[in-house]
């Protein structure tokens, strides 16, 4: 019998754009991992909508499992990285209305686990920075220098270039003009292969006419999708979460005399400061015992992976942790590995090859000991009481 495994990508989620793929190795990981447990697997990845609303994405993993599931039998197990992990688990809630002619019900019965990845399941502080007036008009921008530095493994000149030029004419951004941006735009398109660059641009354009997403995000928002929806009773529910090392002098010696390693930490550093200014945040006594257990201590409520803090990322049974941002344990960090990326976001947090195989050994350990015997409390799979705004 073989187990399907649907892997769904995060927010500005692509399957691939060109030779880049968004879970760099993991596919490859998960099967050897799987084959070593005798669990004959195949994983497939999920094309998303990148900024598209929650709604609308969960309609897309259920349109995809439905089609899993009429072609094959066996087992489906759903893997979703960031906001994957939130789209994964609407598609699965019974009571969610979603924009399919698939049935949840239908479908649940045939998902057996869903394991979630650095998820923002209490929202992250980051969405409300982007869905501010300031934010918005730096959304594509941003999405189009990280498909710029995981295209050339490193910042192009003219980033800096351009970005000195924006920066001189603040008046561009404080008045919602683009014009400095679109010839930052078109600068680095022409740096794509025709076949990428027709893939970046409808990335873009995807990401202008709807930005749906980043409203859904914030911790007000997530926390109306957590009061709205449940989980299904048959599925097994687990979570990896990040913990990315705090920027400042000693990071910034780690990454050495590399000045585009350098610059990427100040932007790295900039978002650990925006995610981490989340509210106080309880943790289950089962999930503290586990936190102990992976780290040493429990994570701060300000402690975060770069995008999202790590006491968000919670949910379920906690399969593993890391000391790594919110891309590494997806394949994108420092390595010499055929077919893994390279570390778009400096954050000096030493996350390694070793780690990676743990993180994703373990995930397919979760996967393969699925029996009804092992599924958790229901109470485990609940959220603890938040304190009052």
């Known amino acids: 019998m073989t187990h399907h495994v649907v892997l769904i990508p995060g927010f500005f989620g692509f399957e691939a754009l060109g030779e ?5 190795g993991v596919a490859d990981a998960l099967e050897r991992s ?15 909508l990148p900024t598209a609303s929650i709604r609308v994405r969960a309609a897309a993993v259920l349109d995809r499992v439905g089609a899993i599931a009429d072609a094959n039998d066996g087992p489906i197990h759903l ?9 994964a688990r609407l598609a699965l809630a019974p009571t969610a209305s979603l924009p399919s002619e698939r049935s949840q019900k239908e479908i649940f019965e045939r998902v057996q686990t869903l394991v979630t990845v650095s998820t923002p399941h209490l929202g992250t502080p980051l969405a409300s920075f982007f869905a501010s007036a300031a934010g918005k008009p730096l959304l594509r921008l941003f999405a189009l220098v990280m498909a710029a530095l995981l295209q050339e493994r490193r910042l192009p000149l003219k980033v800096p270039l351009y970005l000195g030029r924006i920066l001189a004419r603040v008046d561009d951004l404080v008045g919602l003009r683009n014009t400095t941006i679109d010839e930052l735009y078109e600068g680095l398109l022409s740096d794509f292969g025709k076949e990428q660059r027709q893939q970046v641009a409808e990335l873009l ?14 911790p007000a928002a997530v926390d109306l999708l957590n009061s709205a929806t449940a989980d299904p009773e048959g599925v097994r529910y687990g979570s990896v979460v990040t913990r990315a090392g705090r920027p400042g002098l000693q990071a ?20 650990s400061l925006l995610s981490g200014r989340a509210r106080e945040t309880p943790v289950l006594a089962a999930h503290e015992a586990r936190l102990l257990a992976i780290f040493g201590d429990v994570p701060e409520s300000h402690e975060n992976d770069g995008i999202v803090p790590t006491r968000s990322q919670l949910w379920g049974e906690l399969i593993e942790g890391c000391c790594g941002d919110h891309l590494d344990v997806v394949g994108h960090y ?17 996350f390694t090859d070793a780690d990676f195989d743990r993180i994703w050994s373990s995930v397919a350990t979760f996967i393969a000991e699925e029996r009804a015997s092992d599924r958790p409390p229901r109470g485990l799979r609940g959220l603890p009481e938040q304190p009052d705004p």
């Open 205 to 218: 354009d995807q990401i202008a006419s709807d930005q749906s997403l980043i409203f859904q995000l914030t």
């Open 252 to 271: 910034m010696r780690d990454i050495g005399r590399d000045v585009y390693g350098q610059a990427l930490h100040g932007l790295f550093a900039a978002l």
């Open 79 to 87: 893997v979703g990285h960031s906001t994957g992990g939130l789209d």
């Open 20 to 24: 880049l793929r968004y879970f760099a």
């Open 34 to 48: 799987l084959e070593e447990r005798g669990v004959a697997a195949e994983v497939s990845e999920l094309p998303t």
């Open 334 to 350: 420092p390595t010499e590995r055929e077919g893994l990326s390279s570390d778009w976001l400096p954050s000096a947090s030493g």
